[in-house]
C-alpha cells in the first residue's frame, strides 16, 4: 500500500495523482506503516 502511494506521488507507471497516493498512504498507517505515518505528516492534506 505504502509503495502504490509512492508510485502515484511520483508518477511511477500510473499517472500522477496526490489524492490517490494520500489514499494509499492513509490505508498504509492504518496498518501502522511508520514511512507512511511519516509521509502523511508532510503531505497537505489532498482534496478530491
Same mark, same amino acid.
Given at each position: 500500500?505504502?509503495?502504490?502511494g509512492i508510485c502515484y506521488e511520483h508518477g511511477a507507471g500510473v499517472p500522477q495523482?496526490?489524492?490517490?497516493?494520500?489514499?494509499?498512504?492513509?490505508?498504509?498507517? &492504518?496498518?501502522?506503516?511508520?514511512?507512511?505515518?511519516?509521509?502523511?505528516? &508532510?503531505?497537505?492534506?489532498?482534496?478530491?
Amino acid at each position: 500500500m505504502f509503495r502504490l502511494g509512492i508510485c502515484y506521488e511520483h508518477g511511477a507507471g500510473v499517472p500522477q495523482d496526490m489524492v490517490k497516493a494520500y489514499t494509499w498512504f492513509r490505508k498504509a498507517a &492504518s496498518y501502522g506503516h511508520e514511512d507512511a505515518l511519516r509521509y502523511l505528516s &508532510s503531505l497537505p492534506p489532498a482534496k478530491p
